[in-house]
């Protein structure tokens, strides 16, 4: 937040300092929050729509509501709830006289979603088709299958690809664009896209492979009906957006016949955490669904992809590369990063220092 206060120059750093200590969850709760746990480092406050607290840091993010965006520490708290300068929030979390107003909180009201406006189509999709088919080594034709149900298409302002999902009376719901280039990794929802509707695929069994990503779905049902010599569009198939299951939930309330369920997303063997640790996000989130999804009843299990990802499987495999080439590849490429954590280690470094 902004501290442009001409009473700030009247506190000392160590002031300030230390009304920025103060406990900002004992702030909260004066200021009549309940709190709730969210995460391992986070506190969520009930009924606020979104106000984050972080213990261990002493800090706070108000993710929603007319504060939305605003973060910062103990001074900038009180500065948002009571609407005071910076000098005055500092005084009043150091003098005798502050003192919290307690205010009644309402129940945070989230406005209703505005009506999805699909992006103009250009007059032939040749350029997406091409980029599906050609870069990203799609069946040619499982794109055109998805082109007919209007759920692919080429967007006429920026040449994007188009991914459509629709709800059961085949109104647009949710939209995912990305560039159809192999020189740009540009891909976002458009406005008022809700994810808990999927693109995705209705099948005839009582099984349900789940997707990151459209062209995941694609790549996997690419690779089943080429190199498996399945039938791809015999089992259900969407795609999530991203590694919220909201699109999952919606999908299997309209189809009780689904018995099992494949997490098919991505293998993210390189990631990293903010701490710099290997996260597999992808694998992580796949195992915990697997235990909740098993506990509601359905037979899951999780295809992992060779590489980070089935279209990068199926891009090398259209190469002539073979599943056991990628497994190499990956375990190489494991042991390269293993090797990097070692020759870094902290505790390597700090004993040569004390050698020396």
């Not at 190199?227 to 569009?233: A, E, F, P, Q």
């Not at 710099?276 to 989130?285: D, E, I, S």
């Not at 299990?301 to 089935?310: M, V």
């Not at 990956?330 to 700090?350: G, H, I, T, V, Y």
Request: with cysteine.
């Amino acid at each position: 937040m902004h501290h442009a206060d001409t009473t700030y120059r009247h506190f000392t750093d160590e002031e300030i300092d230390r009304a920025n200590h103060t406990d900002i969850l004992f702030l909260a709760e004066k200021y009549g929050y309940e709190p709730e746990k969210a995460g391992q480092k986070a506190v969520h406050m009930k009924h606020s729509g979104g106000l984050y607290l972080f213990p261990e840091s002493n800090r706070f993010f108000q993710w929603t509501g007319p504060d939305g965006g605003i973060k910062g520490g103990a001074v900038d708290f009180v500065m948002k709830e009571e609407k005071v300068s910076f000098g005055e929030a500092v005084g009043k979390l150091l003098g005798k006289e502050y003192a919290t107003c307690t205010c009644e909180r309402k129940p945070y009201q989230k406005c209703p979603r505005k009506p999805l406006v699909l992006p103009d189509k250009a007059k032939n999709f040749k350029r997406a088709y091409w980029y599906l088919t050609s870069v990203r080594g799609i069946d040619q034709e499982i794109v055109r299958f998805f082109m007919g149900q209007k759920m692919i298409y080429l967007e006429e302002k920026h040449g994007n690809c188009v991914f459509v999902g629709y709800d059961s009376d085949g109104t647009a719901k949710y939209c995912a664009m990305r560039a159809a280039s192999e020189k740009s990794s540009f891909k976002m929802d458009a406005e008022n896209s809700d994810k808990s509707y999927p693109f995705f695929h209705e099948g005839k069994s009582d099984l349900l492979i789940v997707s990151e990503s459209p062209i995941d779905l694609m790549s996997h049902a690419t690779l089943a009906k080429v190199y498996y010599s399945l039938d791809w569009t015999r089992d259900h198939r969407v795609s999530l957006g991203c590694l919220w299951d909201g699109a999952l939930e919606r999908y299997l309330k309209n189809h009780s016949q689904i018995k099992r369920l494949v997490f098919a997303v991505d293998n993210d063997y390189l990631s990293r955490d903010k701490n710099g640790v290997l996260t597999n996000w992808g694998q992580r989130t796949a195992a915990r669904w697997c235990q909740k999804y098993g506990a509601k009843g359905y037979e899951c299990a999780i295809h992992r992809p060779h590489l980070k990802d089935f279209n990068l499987d199926l891009t090398e495999m259209r190469k002539g590369r073979t599943p056991k080439e990628l497994d190499r590849q990956r375990e190489s490429q494991l042991q390269a990063e293993f090797e990097k954590d070692a020759a870094e280690d902290p505790l390597e470094e700090q004993e040569e220092e004390e050698e020396r």
